[in-house]
């Protein structure tokens, strides 16, 4: 079974950036597609940006423009930058390493995720 370590998430003021990473176990990490979500308190689990497995991206309209989904699979990694933070993109954000890039339907596992706190 994979497993996954998000990190980079804290603190941060309106219009700053942070970048999580999602390290990923296992050895077939280049063949799937992937994708950082995100869960706000009270809310669903939305999907806000997916990557192919040949580097298309995907973003939720509230974050195109702002956010920038990356891969490494020779460190078996996951990048998400996020710039001009605003205070709804407050949650906890997850990777998953295999997704269904059209759909963003995920059937990997989860991680323990990493908080983003926008706020000044």
């Known amino acids: 079974q994979v497993q996954l370590v998000e990190s980079g998430g804290g603190l941060v003021q309106p219009g700053g950036s942070l970048r999580l990473s999602c390290a990923a176990s296992?050895?077939?990490?280049?063949?799937?597609?992937m994708g950082w979500y995100r869960q706000a308190p009270g809310k669903q689990r939305e999907l806000v940006a997916a990557?192919?497995?040949?580097?298309?991206?995907n973003y939720a309209d509230s974050v195109k423009g702002r956010f920038t989904i990356s891969r490494d699979n020779a460190k078996n990694t996951v990048f998400l930058q996020m710039n001009s933070l605003k205070p709804e993109d407050t949650a906890v954000y997850y990777c998953?390493?295999?997704?269904?890039?059209?759909?963003?339907?995920?059937?990997?596992?989860w991680g323990q995720g990493t908080q983003v706190t926008v706020s000044s």
């Open positions: 990557i192919s497995t040949s580097g298309n991206t």
């Open positions: 998953n390493t295999n997704i269904n890039y059209g759909s963003g339907v995920p059937f990997g596992s």
């Open positions: 296992g050895s077939r990490f280049s063949i799937y597609a």
